[in-house]
C-alpha cells in the first residue's frame, strides 16, 4: 500500500532520527536467463557475429540460428572463415560465394544467394517503426555485389525491404534503414546477395530505433522502463558468477566490452549459453546513469568461480587463481577501470570514455570485487593485493567485498575475519531461502556492530514468486531499513527471466518478446525503492511485538521532508497497527487527505503470462490524522508517503 499527500510543514529531518543509507535498494542485474541478449539488450540478430561454439551448447556453431538460402534456382557455397577477420576478438566470419543466379522465368520471388535470421524465437517490428540494419562486408571478387535487405513474415510476405551494394575489398560497414508496412512478432531478416561474386560477412545487426532514451546500441525500452520506474540508487553488474566467471580465461574482463561492438570480445556464458557483450561497460554505466542509479561493477579478484567446470556437483572445487606474475597487470586492469569511468578526457582511458561519446566523468562510486567466492588462501592474498591498491590509488573510491555464498558458515566466518582484519569498507552477503527464515530472521542485523564494515546484501529471495513470498521478503526489508545505520545497500536476485530460458527459476521479472510478468517480488521492491529514506524512526507505529508476522518501518526523506511509513502482514487476517506522527510536530498532519495503494491477495497466487496482473498494487484516498488507527489487510503490504511542501 502506497500513500501520498501534500502538506506545508517544516521539512528535512525530525529529531531523534537515525541517519541511514540514502543507497539502500537497488538492482542487481546478471545476464542469467537470457536476460542481456535477447533480453533487455534490444539487438534483435541471434549470433550476429558468427561466434557461437559447440562449448555452449552441444548442438551450437557458427551456422546456428543462420539459414542458407538459394532462391529462385541460385547456388553457391557457404564457409566459415576465421584468416582475415575484422578484429583478432572477433574471429568468425561467414564467406558466400555465389556461383549463379538464377533466372527461371517460373519463379516469381526475388532470386539470390544468402542467409536468413529469425532472431530470439522471432523478431517482434511495429509498422511505421524505424529498424536500423548494419552489417560489415568485405568484397572477395572484382566486382561488387548487391544485396537485397528485408524483414519477412514467417510465409515470406515482404515487410520492409532495401537494397545496398559493395565498394570495397577492405572490411566496410554498411547500413540501412528498415520501416515495416505492418506489424509481425515473428519476423525474420534476410540478407539476399542478387548478384553473383564473392563476399565475407560478419556482425549482422539490426536495433530498433525506439530503444530506451533512443540510445544506439541501446536497452529494450519497455523492460528498461519497468526497472526506471524502481527508481533504483543502484544497479550492480554484471554478476554474480558472470563476472568470475566458468575458470580464468572466462573471467569477465571489463576492458572487452567497450568500444565498437566489432571490436568487443564475445564469450561463454557461464550459465549455459553466449554472451556478445554488446550490453558492456559502456552501456551498462550509461543506463545507470539514464535512470539516477549508482554504478556498482563487480570486478573478480583474480580467482574463478569455485563451480568451475560443474564442480558444485562435487562441493565447489573449481576456483582457479591468476598466477602472481600477472597480477600487476591484473590489479592495473582495476585502476584503468576507475580511470576509465572518472579520469579527464587527458588521461589514456578518460579519453576512451570520451571517444564513446561520454566525455563528463560516470562519478563512480563504488568498485566490488569478488563474488561470494569461496575463501581461500588464494583469494585472501589475491583480494588484498587489489585492495590495497585501489584504497591507495583511489581513496575516495568505496570496495565491496564478499564474504562467500551463504548467510552463514565456513566462507562467511572466514569473510569476515578479512573484513575485519582489513577494515573493507562493505561486503556483500548472499541468502536464497524460505518465507520463514526472512519472518524469522527479522532481527538479523540488530547485533551487527556499528561504525565498522557495512553490509550489502547483494542476493538474496526467498525461493518462490508468490504473494506470500513477496510480503515475506517485506518483512524483512523493513528490518534492512531499521538497521540501514549497518546495512548500506540491498539488491533482490536474480531480476530478469526470460520464458523458456530460464537457468534460475525465482526471479523478479518474467518476459518473452511481446509479453513481461512482473511478479509481486517486483512490486515489494518497487515500493520499497520508490520510497527511501535516509533517516528511521522508531516508535512511529505501534504493533503486536509477540506477532512476527508483522513488520513495520518509518523512514523520512531529508531533501523532501516526506515520511514514509511502511506496514506489512504476513498473517492470514487483519490486523491492528497504530500511527503517531506526533515526533515530526504536534497536529501537523491533522485532516490530512492521502492517496493510499495496497499491495494484497491471497498466499499463493502469482502472476503469470495468462494473467499478468492476478497481483497488482491498488489505489484509494483517505485522510489521515496526527495519530490514526491502521488495519492491515492479510497478507499485505502497505506503504504511506507523507509528502509534505516547504
Not at 565456513?410 to 582489513?422: E, H, M, S, V
Not at 502469482?606 to 484509494?620: A, D, G, L, M, R
Request: charged share 20%.
Amino acid at each position: 500500500m502506497y500513500l501520498l499527500f501534500s502538506l506545508t510543514a517544516v521539512a528535512q529531518s525530525a529529531k531523534g532520527g537515525k541517519k541511514i543509507s540514502s543507497d539502500l535498494f537497488g538492482l542487481f542485474f546478471e545476464d542469467i536467463n537470457y536476460s542481456a541478449d535477447g533480453g533487455l539488450y534490444a539487438e534483435l540478430v541471434q549470433n550476429r557475429s558468427f561466434e557461437y561454439n559447440p562449448t555452449e551448447r552441444k548442438d551450437w556453431s557458427p551456422y546456428s540460428y543462420w539459414e542458407y538460402l538459394a532462391n529462385g534456382f541460385s547456388y553457391g557455397r557457404i564457409s566459415v572463415e576465421t584468416s582475415s577477420p575484422i578484429n583478432p576478438n572477433n574471429p568468425h566470419y561467414m564467406v558466400l560465394d555465389v556461383e549463379h543466379i538464377g533466372k527461371e522465368a517460373k519463379f516469381t520471388g526475388l532470386s539470390g544467394v544468402g542467409l536468413k535470421n529469425t532472431g530470439f524465437e522471432g523478431m517482434v517490428v511495429k509498422a511505421n517503426d524505424k529498424y536500423n540494419f548494419s552489417m560489415f562486408v568485405r568484397q572477395l571478387s572484382k566486382e561488387p555485389i548487391s544485396f537485397n535487405i528485408s524483414l519477412q513474415t514467417p510465409k515470406g510476405k515482404v515487410l520492409s525491404e532495401s537494397k545496398i551494394s559493395t565498394s570495397s575489398n577492405d572490411w566496410t560497414k554498411y547500413t540501412a534503414n528498415l520501416i515495416p508496412t505492418q506489424s509481425n512478432d515473428t519476423a525474420s531478416l534476410v540478407i539476399l546477395a542478387t548478384s553473383e561474386g564473392k563476399f565475407a560477412i560478419d556482425v549482422v545487426s539490426l536495433f530498433p530505433e525506439k530503444t530506451f532514451k533512443n540510445r544506439p546500441n541501446g536497452m529494450r525500452a519497455d523492460l528498461a522502463q519497468l526497472l526506471a520506474d524502481m527508481k533504483p540508487s543502484f544497479i550492480r553488474f554484471p554478476g554474480g558468477c558472470l563476472a568470475h566467471g566458468d575458470g580464468l580465461d572466462n573471467m569477465y574482463r571489463w576492458e572487452n566490452t567497450i568500444g565498437p561492438i566489432e571490436q568487443r570480445k564475445e564469450q561463454r556464458n557461464i550459465w549455459g549459453y553466449h554472451q556478445t557483450t554488446g550490453l558492456g561497460y559502456f552501456e551498462y554505466f550509461q543506463f545507470c546513469e539514464d535512470i539516477g542509479a549508482k554504478a556498482l561493477p563487480v570486478l573478480p579478484a583474480a580467482v574463478s568461480c569455485q563451480n568451475s567446470g560443474g564442480t558444485w556437483r562435487v562441493g565447489g572445487t573449481g576456483q582457479k587463481a591468476l598466477p602472481l606474475d600477472e597480477m600487476q597487470n591484473y590489479i592495473q586492469e582495476v585502476l584503468d577501470l576507475i580511470e576509465w569511468a572518472n579520469g579527464p578526457v587527458t588521461s589514456t582511458w578518460g579519453a576512451k570514455r570520451a571517444a564513446a561519446g561520454h566525455p563528463t566523468s560516470f562519478n563512480l562510486q563504488y568498485v566490488g570485487i569478488g563474488n561470494e567466492d569461496k575463501i581461500t588462501p588464494e583469494f585472501e592474498d589475491r583480494f588484498k593485493m587489489i585492495f590495497d591498491a585501489v584504497k591507495a590509488k583511489h581513496p575516495e573510491i568505496t570496495v565491496v567485498g564478499t564474504v562467500g555464498p551463504g548467510q552463514d558458515g565456513d566462507d562467511f566466518t572466514k569473510g569476515w575475519k578479512l573484513a575485519n582484519n582489513q577494515k573493507i569498507p562493505v561486503v556483500d552477503e548472499h541468502y536464497y531461502t524460505s518465507p520463514e527464515w526472512f519472518i524469522s530472521n527479522q532481527n538479523r542485523y540488530d547485533a551487527y556492530t556499528r561504525n565498522a564494515t557495512q553490509v550489502y546484501v547483494g542476493e538474496y529471495a526467498s525461493w518462490g514468486n508468490k504473494m506470500r513470498n513477496a510480503i515475506a521478503e517485506a518483512a524483512y526489508m523493513t528490518s534492512l531499513e531499521r538497521n540501514g545505520d549497518v546495512v548500506r545497500m540491498a539488491s533482490y536476485a536474480p531480476l530478469l527471466a526470460k520464458k523458456n530460458f530460464t537457468q534460475w527459476k525465482i526471479d523478479m521479472i518474467f518476459f518473452d518478446n511481446t509479453v513481461i510478468s512482473p511478479t509481486p517480488n517486483y512490486y515489494v521492491q518497487k515500493m520499497f525503492s520508490a520510497n527511501k529514506g535516509d533517516y528511521y524512526f522508531g516508535k512511529v507505529i505501534t504493533k503486536d511485538e509477540k506477532d512476527n508476522s508483522l513488520a513495520a518501518s518509518c523512514v523520512q526523506d531529508s531533501k523532501t521532508g516526506d515520511v514514509i511509513l511502511k506496514m506489512v502482514n504476513y498473517g492470514s487476517a487483519i490486523k491492528p497497527m497504530k500511527i503517531n506522527l506526533g515526533k515530526f510536530g504536534p497536529d501537523v498532519y491533522r485532516d490530512a487527505e492521502a492517496e493510499q495503494t495496497v499491495l494484497a491477495g491471497d498466499p499463493d497466487t502469482e502472476n503469470t503470462f495468462e494473467k499478468t496482473q492476478n497481483i497488482v498494487p491498488t489505489s484509494s484516498t483517505i485522510k489521515i490524522s496526527n495519530t490514526f488507527d491502521y488495519s492491515a489487510p492479510a497478507m499485505s503490504l502497505t506503504v504511506i508517503r507523507i509528502k509534505t511542501k516547504k
